[in-house]
Nanobody, 125 residues
Framework: QVQLVESGGGLVQAGGSLRLSCAAS????????MGWFRQAPGKEREFVAA????????YYADSVKGRFTISSDNTKNTVYLQTNSLKPEDTAVYYC??????????????????WGQGTQVTVSS
């Protein structure tokens, strides 16, 4: 089992920044990678960013490319999502997730095995 706890969400004006954190505990050695997803009211959960441990490769949704950065501190078992130039349309609950499989897609909700409880990000215009 892997436990994930997100933090760092909040209310910010458009153009502002937030750094989201996801602390992992438990059997983290079995993780092949981590991802960030978000879900706005009335919408499906969507991919935001991901990192693959084996290669260090990072992946981003087109909507956040150039504005968001995923990174990790392996000594703390923590993954971060730096969000810059925030827009009102970035408002959502942000979730981190861990995947234990090497196959599948880093962008698919179904290919992740463990999820955090989410942290709310609200961007005012």
């Amino acid at each position: 089992q892997v436990q994930l706890v997100e933090s760092g969400g909040g209310l910010v004006q458009a153009g502002g920044s937030l750094r989201l954190s996801c602390a992992a505990s438990g059997r983290t050695s079995r993780s092949y990678g981590m991802g960030w997803f978000r879900q706005a009211p009335g919408k499906e959960r969507e991919f935001v960013a991901a990192i693959r441990w084996s290669t260090g490769s990072t992946y981003y949704a087109d909507s956040v490319k150039g504005r968001f950065t995923i990174s990790s501190d392996n000594t703390k078992n923590t993954v971060y999502l730096q969000t810059n130039s925030l827009k009102p349309e970035d408002t959502a609950v942000y979730y981190c997730a861990s995947r234990t499989r090497s196959t599948g897609s880093v962008t698919r909700v179904q290919d992740y095995d463990y999820w955090g409880q989410g942290t709310q990000v609200t961007v005012s215009s």
